[in-house]
């Protein structure tokens, strides 16, 4: 006599499986809405060079239209055309790739003098595509709120870091054997045949030193820019960005490189090129330096590095240096340069200062990770006309924020901004979390920034 079935359990019969979902295009184009086209997008990708520690960035307009025979997909040959390139001579690490996989949080999240701190929720899963080492790279969002604006350029970003080449389809229609929960791959190029394999694939990709032979001691963007025709299929953006588009943005990026450079804690020179469809490399056109960039300069730019590692003193931090910043453009054979040179005062408050107390408070009760610190900036060049910008004061983290302090003189600081880094937290009429981060920049204008610029009057 058979025994009869077990009974389904209660739970099975009315459980059934009903999640939240993110649509990933849908997410990009809300940032896109909220994030400002313009330098702005350039910016980002220098801030996150600076936090990974580099030191040059060179911007390439790459006019070059480049072959489609051998492609890892036939739908990707659209792209092969001209480009935005994004060198830095910083390299991805594990670390970096296991941070990028991590779903709901950054690496930068809790590390107070990293600037990027809006959420790193990536995620990728192994899986094996003939011979090509290839790596699932899915994500819901990706570095950071600030490197999701790279979409108003293109639908396909990618870059070459190591050993890796890492490709970004968010839309899932253009890399081979994406889906909607894993719209990326990471590529092993050196220990596998996709370079043999793909030629035309990752010929854009050799350029400021990446020969795509060997692990490249740097990383390399390649943003290929959506054009008219692309548009009309983009479920990320309406727009399209043409080769003058870009070329202008980097004249503007070049207009407004000494405030680009400032504040910044690793990055000494930006470049901008453009690299013309008849020549075998790239031409300079604009380059934006910390002049003679000494061992006590660099020093002096790390402090916000160093000082928190002695957070725990009961006396604050004050540190003083001039500096000079060279604007180079170069027409032919000849080269106009400018030079202007600053007084910087950055300081650090107590732990046991009144602001100290209450980063303590925040970290503990709301996880949020605050860093005393801000530092003040005076343009001490002869005060001649093309000076007056200069002039201008501006309010940053560590990149300018479209935000006038009625001052002379420029202010950073570690200021609770908006995602979309267009303004700080102000105001009385807020609760909890944002009651704290304003009254946080408060307290940072009150209790760092005004000695700090006491300083700088007292020492120029």
């Given at each position: 006599?058979?025994?009869?079935?077990p009974?389904?359990?209660?739970?099975?019969?009315?459980l059934?499986d009903?999640?939240?979902k993110?649509?990933?295009?849908?997410?990009?184009?809300?940032?896109?809405?909220?994030?400002?086209?313009?330098?702005?997008?350039?910016?980002?990708?220098i801030?996150?060079?600076?936090?990974?520690?580099?030191?040059t960035?060179?911007?390439?307009?790459?006019?070059?239209?480049?072959?489609?025979d051998s492609l890892?997909?036939?739908?990707?040959?659209?792209w092969?055309?001209?480009?935005l390139?994004?060198?830095?001579?910083a390299?991805?690490?594990?670390e970096?790739?296991?941070?990028?996989?991590?779903?709901?949080?950054s690496?930068?999240?809790?590390?107070?003098?990293?600037?990027?701190?809006?959420?790193c929720?990536?995620?990728?899963?192994?899986?094996?595509?003939?011979?090509l080492?290839l790596i699932?790279?899915?994500?819901?969002?990706?570095?950071?709120?600030?490197?999701?604006s790279?979409?108003?350029?293109?639908?396909?970003?990618?870059?070459?870091?190591?050993?890796?080449?890492?490709?970004?389809?968010?839309?899932?229609?253009?890399?081979?054997?994406?889906?909607?929960?894993?719209?990326?791959?990471?590529i092993d190029?050196?220990?596998?045949?996709?370079?043999?394999v793909?030629r035309?694939?990752?010929?854009?990709?050799?350029?400021?030193?990446?020969?795509?032979?060997r692990p490249?001691?740097?990383?390399?963007?390649?943003f290929?820019?959506?054009?008219?025709?692309?548009?009309?299929?983009?479920?990320?953006?309406?727009?399209?960005y043409?080769?003058?588009?870009?070329?202008?943005?980097?004249v503007q990026?070049?207009?407004?490189g000494?405030f680009?450079?400032?504040?910044l804690?690793?990055v000494?020179r930006?470049?901008?090129?453009?690299?013309?469809?008849?020549?075998?490399e790239?031409?300079k056109?604009?380059?934006?330096?910390v002049?003679?960039?000494s061992?006590?300069?660099?020093?002096?730019?790390?402090?916000?590095?160093?000082f928190?590692?002695s957070?725990?003193?009961?006396?604050?931090?004050?540190?003083?240096?001039?500096?000079d910043?060279?604007?180079e453009?170069?027409?032919?054979?000849?080269?106009?340069?400018?030079?202007n040179?600053?007084?910087?005062v950055?300081?650090?408050?107590?732990?046991?200062?009144?602001?100290?107390?209450?980063?303590a408070t925040a970290?503990?009760?709301?996880?949020?990770?605050?860093?005393?610190?801000?530092?003040?900036a005076?343009?001490?060049?002869d005060?001649?006309?093309q000076n007056?910008?200069?002039r201008?004061?501006?309010t940053?983290?560590?990149?300018?924020?479209?935000?006038?302090t009625?001052?002379?003189?420029?202010v950073?600081?570690?200021?609770?901004?908006?995602?979309?880094r267009?303004g700080?937290w102000?105001?009385?009429?807020?609760?909890r979390?944002?009651?704290?981060?304003?009254?946080?920049?408060?307290?940072?204008l009150?209790?760092?920034v005004?000695?700090?610029?006491?300083?700088?009057?007292?020492?120029?």
């Amino acid at each position: 006599m058979e025994s009869p079935s077990p009974s389904p359990s209660p739970e099975s019969i009315f459980l059934k499986d009903f999640s939240q979902k993110v649509d990933l295009t849908r997410r990009i184009r809300e940032v896109l809405l909220n994030y400002p086209e313009g330098t702005i997008v350039l910016k980002e990708l220098i801030q996150n060079a600076d936090d990974a520690g580099a030191t040059t960035v060179r911007l390439c307009l790459d006019r070059r239209l480049h072959g489609s025979d051998s492609l890892l997909s036939k739908a990707l040959a659209p792209w092969q055309g001209p480009s935005l390139l994004a060198y830095n001579d910083a390299v991805f690490t594990e670390e970096d790739f296991v941070s990028i996989s991590r779903i709901g949080g950054s690496s930068k999240h809790g590390q107070a003098s990293k600037t990027g701190r809006f959420g790193c929720v990536f995620g990728f899963f192994y899986s094996t595509l003939w011979l090509l080492s290839l790596i699932e790279f899915g994500f819901e969002e990706l570095v950071r709120v600030g490197f999701n604006s790279v979409y108003h350029l293109t639908d396909l970003p990618s870059f070459v870091s190591g050993k890796y080449v890492v490709l970004f389809d968010p839309q899932g229609i253009f890399l081979p054997n994406v889906s909607a929960s894993n719209p990326g791959k990471r590529i092993d190029y050196v220990s596998s045949s996709a370079i043999s394999v793909y030629r035309d694939q990752f010929l854009p990709y050799r350029a400021f030193g990446c020969d795509m032979k060997r692990p490249f001691s740097g990383t390399l963007f390649r943003f290929p820019l959506r054009n008219a025709e692309q548009v009309a299929t983009s479920k990320l953006s309406r727009k399209e960005y043409s080769e003058d588009d870009l070329s202008s943005l980097l004249v503007q990026l070049y207009e407004e490189g000494v405030f680009t450079l400032l504040f910044l804690k690793s990055v000494l020179r930006v470049e901008m090129y453009v690299w013309d469809a008849q020549d075998s490399e790239p031409r300079k056109l604009y380059s934006c330096s910390v002049s003679s960039a000494s061992d006590d300069i660099v020093r002096h730019r790390q402090a916000v590095l160093r000082f928190p590692k002695s957070v725990n003193s009961t006396e604050s931090q004050v540190d003083c240096y001039s500096v000079d910043f060279v604007r180079e453009a170069l027409t032919g054979t000849q080269a106009e340069k400018r030079t202007n040179s600053f007084y910087l005062v950055q300081a650090l408050a107590s732990t046991s200062s009144r602001i100290g107390k209450f980063a303590a408070t925040a970290s503990k009760e709301y996880d949020m990770h605050l860093l005393p610190w801000a530092s003040v900036a005076a343009c001490i060049t002869d005060n001649s006309e093309q000076n007056d910008a200069l002039r201008v004061g501006q309010t940053f983290y560590f990149l300018p924020l479209p935000v006038r302090t009625g001052l002379s003189v420029q202010v950073n600081g570690y200021f609770e901004v908006s995602s979309n880094r267009r303004g700080i937290w102000y105001g009385a009429d807020m609760d909890r979390s944002g009651k704290i981060r304003s009254v946080w920049n408060r307290l940072l204008l009150e209790d760092v920034v005004a000695p700090a610029f006491t300083q700088l009057l007292l020492g120029i």
